[in-house]
């Protein structure tokens, strides 16, 4: 039985990676999380009880689960303690004594989103859409090693003097680049001194803990954020996140070597959203798309705006099964689709010289130039709503299923029937 399991989005985020996550902790001792920050909105629906985590892994609901937040993951400490008052809002009243947190992790700062938002502004007609949370300029700052870490608050003469360089650098940009008002240093060493004792607490060696925990036999959860299509490499450039979200990056940004995940399980809906710019070949800009977003509640966990809405695309998951190597795929949210006559899936794509593709071109312009191929099915008018035996389905929910597996070359382990824990098909737990 895998030990080692990642649960990662195959599309462009909000798959219901959240739900599944949860779903499987109940088998898990460890959730971490390896990539992003708080552009991530993982929604945890317990009986009338909603909670949407962003940093804090989703584990966090269950009282004997350790969340651990890698170095891969941009982190704001104004947003984690945020996000932990409204957990104990909510009676999870023991997270921040759950939650470790890596000395690696890179610390995102007011001044990332000051400059995310300026650059989003400057960018007018092409901007990303992002989040808005500051997650690139974190991420550059990492790379361009100018960045601080969590590590840093534990000697604040060196922290006063990187942050220094630091701002010296960004708000020539703000204000020289972007036009834009400058963010204060005293503001943001404020900020960081109000949290930074309870942050500091939090500090683990983050990969020493997954190494012992995998020799004790404990069961742990890779968590993604984002999506396969939303990934800095892989997705669709420059319309991504900043971050690798494929499988890969949950081993970099926790510190678990690739030899020790066992299993791979990608989140996937049975028809496709994206929120943000960016290609998306089978988008529905009509009615249909509209009756989808609005049964599927398709609005953003984390900023509430309208996610588009289009048909199950059946050449990026080829992509996404072999980046990720899947091991299985949860179909997720089957019952929005009720009601409808009939279903299409895109199997191939057309390239704009006429030719015709299995895989979705890496090319940013090429992407944005394809053509959908479809394959009609039958829809159902039966309700699938709640339902937990796959022979309950109606035929042709089923028969829709079936085609997507055959499409994918990999089987569905699960299948969601609702936002709570018991509407699901558990065909094969990944975790019991
Ligand atoms: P994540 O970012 O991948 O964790 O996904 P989000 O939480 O952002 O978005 C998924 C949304 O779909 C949430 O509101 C979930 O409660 C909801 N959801 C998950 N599974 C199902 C399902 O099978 N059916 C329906 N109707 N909603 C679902
Ligand atoms: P979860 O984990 C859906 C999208 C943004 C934008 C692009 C870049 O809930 O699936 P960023 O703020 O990361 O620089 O934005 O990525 N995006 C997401 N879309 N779900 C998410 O997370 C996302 N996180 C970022 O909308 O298009
Ligand atoms: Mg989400």
Sequence with gaps: MPNNV??????????????????????????????????????????????????????????????????????????????????????????????????????????????????????????????????????????????????????????????????????????????????????????????????????????????????????????????????????????????NTVAGGCCTGSGAGPRHIDYVLGICKAYTTRVGGGPFPTELDNEIGEGIRKRGAEFGAVTGRPRRVGWYDAVAMRRAVAINSLSALALMKIDVLDGMDELQICTKYRLADGTESDLPPLAAYEYANVTPIYETMPGWSESTIGITKFEDLPVNAQKYIRRLEELAAVPVAIISTGPERDQTIMVANPMA
């Design 6 to 243: 990642v649960v990662l989005g195959t599309q462009w985020g909000d798959e219901g990676k959240g739900k599944i996550a949860d779903l499987l902790t109940v088998n898990a001792d460890i959730v971490v999380r390896s990539q992003g920050g708080n552009n991530a909105g993982h929604t945890l629906v317990v009986g009338d009880k909603k909670v949407v985590v962003r940093l804090v892994p989703s584990g966090i609901l269950h009282s004997s689960c350790q969340c651990l937040i890698g170095s891969g993951v941009v982190v704001s400490p104004e947003a984690l303690f945020s996000e932990i008052a409204e957990l104990k809002a909510s009676g999870i009243t023991d997270a921040e004594s759950r939650i470790k947190v890596s000395a690696a992790s890179a610390l995102l700062l007011p001044i990332h989103v000051a400059i995310d938002k300026a650059s989003e502004l400057k960018r007018g007609a092409n901007a990303i859409g992002t989040t808005g949370r500051g997650i690139g300029p974190c991420y550059e700052d990492k790379i361009a090693r100018r960045g601080l870490r969590v590590g840093d608050l534990y000697d604040m003469d060196v922290f006063k003097s990187k942050l220094k360089d630091l701002l010296d650098y960004r708000n020539f940009c703000l204000k020289n680049y972007y036009g834009a008002e400058e963010v204060s240093f005293d503001s943001i060493l404020d900020g960081v001194m109000q949290v930074r004792d309870r942050l500091l607490a939090m500090v683990a060696d983050i990969s020493a803990i997954l190494d012992d925990a995998r020799k004790d036999g404990k069961k742990i959860l890779f968590e993604g954020a984002q999506g396969t299509f939303l990934d800095i490499d892989y997705g669709t450039y420059p319309y991504v996140t900043s971050s």
